[in-house]
Each structure stands twice: as C-alpha cells, then as structure tokens.
C-alpha cells in the first residue's frame, strides 16, 4: 500500500495538536506526573496497548508513501564503435598521427556519454570486439588509454582493410546489446536499436563488399555515421622492392554507406576535423535519451517497529512503577 506524504504529515501534525490541546487542558494535573501518572496509569496503560496492537496491525501491510520525484534520464542507444587499426592509420598528415588524433577525439567523445552502452571493435585485415558493451565509462576509457597501434601487429592475417566484415561483426554485436540486459542495460527501444561510427582511412579490400552488407543494415536501422581520415594517396612509406606506398581511401563507398543507412559521411584532413564531427555525434545520441518521473518511497515499517520497541519499554515502565508507587 502507497500513500503521498502530504496526508501523512497533516494526520501526523493533527495527532499531535490534539496531545497538546489535550495535555494542556490538564495542566494542573500534568504539573505533578508522578500524582497524576498514578491517577491515570490505567488509562496511559490503555493508550500504549492500542498504540502498541494498531503498530504489530500495520505492520504486515508494508506501507509506503511518497517521499519526493526524481527525474530518470534513460540512455538507450546503444553505441558500436569501430576503429581503424590498419598500419595505414600511422601516417603523420594529421598531428601526431591519425590514430593518435582519431583516439584522442574519440576518448573525449566517450567521456560525455557517460553512462552509455559502449563497445569497440578494432579492424584491419580481420574485426574483433576489442572492448565488449558496457555502460562502465572509467573502465572503457581505461583500456581505450593504454590502446597503441603497435597492439595491432600488421600480421598477414591483418594486412588489408575488411570493412563489410567490421560492419557484419558491428550488427550482430549491436543485436547482443539490444536483445538481452548487458551490464545492467534494460532492453532497447527498438526505435532506436544503436549507432554504428565508423573510423577509417581506407579502402574496402578484404572479406565481405560494405554493400553487400547494407541490407542487413537497413533491415536492422541502424544509421552508420563514417569519418574518412587523412588525405587520398598520402605517402607512407616504401615496400621492400623501393615502391612507394600510398593511402587510398574510398571516399565514393563511405558515403554511400551512410547515404543507405541514414547517417551521415564526414571528412578528417586535420585534428579539429574529429572534435567538430564528434560534437555533432554527441548531440545525435543525447536527442535519443528519454525521461521519467520515478517516486521515491520511504517505507514505514522501520518508524513502526521503533514506535512499537518504544511502547513495549513505557508498558515495562508502567509496571515498574505500579510496584514502586505506594497505592492511594
């Protein structure tokens, strides 16, 4: 049973009054208590028992009233982020480097979704789920912090860019996340099942065509917002026969992704470019939270069971001095 505290509180201060009004009407009475209290302990006696048998009658009924509202803000989207880990992302065109200045960015980006469900998926030749969903802000950015390109070894296995199966792998970990409770997350509006931001400077040229891919995405509604990052043909290098090696993004494919999706294709040529599309993703997110009004309850079994340990020691009292005051 729910009761609001305000009729609570006038019942309260309307007991009380009547005590006062009652006890100032036998002032006279009430300025000798150990005569008066020998007078009429039959009747004190009878009012602590009814005190006392209508606290253990309430007791089981387990009463609440309301104590005050808080607003609860609801963060229900999902975020899959997926980060470009190709050697590629080494290159210097944008200070100190592109993984450096995408991570940096991106750890600020993380920073004011506190409280989010958030997960990141490194790729290069192959994807893998680097951190799970977790709506554990500190631990992310921890191990996100620690992260260096050299973690991500260019092994044969990952020399390439697989950006349909980074996606393929994006969704399904999406479905995880908006499927079932993660990390303490409830289930997910299916309005609004999750975000995919893509981080690359590359071309699509290992595993699954992005376009074939989109399909799945689509059924899904999903918005994939990508970054571009760096400048086309930006040299990085030499190979071992002295051949210069050149970026090469697919600018043409990335946008054609978002277009498909319902998210949006930005272009990073320089540090600030990340701040200003990540402020703009930061707001895309938020606009998704939604609102409720919880009651806060303050149960009255605790005030119960005091008032009832405090009548149980005024009868032991009573008794103590009905043996203790000479009879009249």
């Known amino acids: 049973m729910i009761y609001n505290s305000t009729g609570i509180f006038i019942s309260l201060c309307f007991l009380v009054l009547l005590l006062v009004t009652y006890f100032f009407n036998l002032k006279p009475k009430?300025?000798?208590?150990?005569?008066?209290f020998n007078q009429n302990k039959r009747i004190l006696f009878k009012i602590v028992n009814l005190v006392l048998a209508f606290s253990i009658v309430l007791l089981p009924l387990d009463l609440q009233f309301v104590s005050d509202k808080k607003i609860i803000t609801e963060?229900?989207?999902?975020?899959?982020?997926?980060?470009?880990?190709s050697i590629s992302m080494a290159a210097d065109d944008i200070k100190p480097s592109r993984y450096d200045a995408a991570k940096t960015a991106l750890l600020k980006l993380i920073q004011t979704l506190d409280g989010y469900n958030i997960s990141l998926i490194a790729f290069s030749g192959i994807p893998f789920i680097y951190?799970?969903?977790?709506?554990d802000t500190n631990a992310i950015i921890s191990k996100f912090e620690d992260t260096n390109l050299g973690d991500f070894p260019p092994t044969e296995d990952f020399i390439g860019t697989a950006i349909g199966d980074a996606l393929l792998l994006g969704i399904k970990n999406l479905d995880k996340a908006c499927s079932a409770h993660r990390c303490g997350v409830r289930l997910q509006d299916?309005?609004?099942?999750?975000?995919?931001?893509?981080?690359?400077?590359?071309?699509?040229?290992?595993?699954?065509?992005?376009?074939?891919?989109l399909s799945i995405i689509q059924k899904k509604k999903v918005p994939v917002f990508a970054l571009g990052v760096g400048a086309s043909d930006y040299l990085i290098g030499y190979d071992k026969w002295g051949s210069p090696v050149q970026t090469s993004i697919n600018i043409p494919l990335l946008q054609e992704v978002t277009k498909q999706t319902g998210g949006e294709f930005y272009r990073v040529l320089q540090e600030s470019n990340f701040d200003e599309f990540f402020g703009y993703l930061k707001d895309v997110i938020k606009a998704q939270e939604k609102q409720?009004?919880?009651?806060?309850?303050?149960?009255?079994?605790?005030?119960l069971l005091a008032t009832m340990g405090i009548?149980?020691?005024?009868?032991?009292?009573?008794?103590?001095?009905?043996?203790?005051?000479?009879?009249?």
Request: hydrophobic fraction near 45%; proline fraction near 9%; aromatic fraction near 12%.
């Open 30 to 36: 009430f300025l000798l208590p150990a005569k008066y």
């Open 190 to 213: 299916p309005e609004y099942p999750g975000i995919i931001i893509l981080i690359t400077d590359g071309d699509s040229n290992k595993g699954y065509d992005p376009i074939q891919v």
């Open 292 to 303: 409720k009004i919880e009651n806060q309850y303050i149960v009255l079994n605790q005030y």
């Open 75 to 85: 963060k229900i989207l999902p975020v899959q982020i997926m980060f470009d880990v």
């Open 131 to 135: 951190i799970p969903f977790s709506t």
């Open 311 to 328: 009548c149980v020691m005024f009868l032991l009292y009573i008794k103590m001095r009905q043996i203790s005051l000479p009879r009249t």
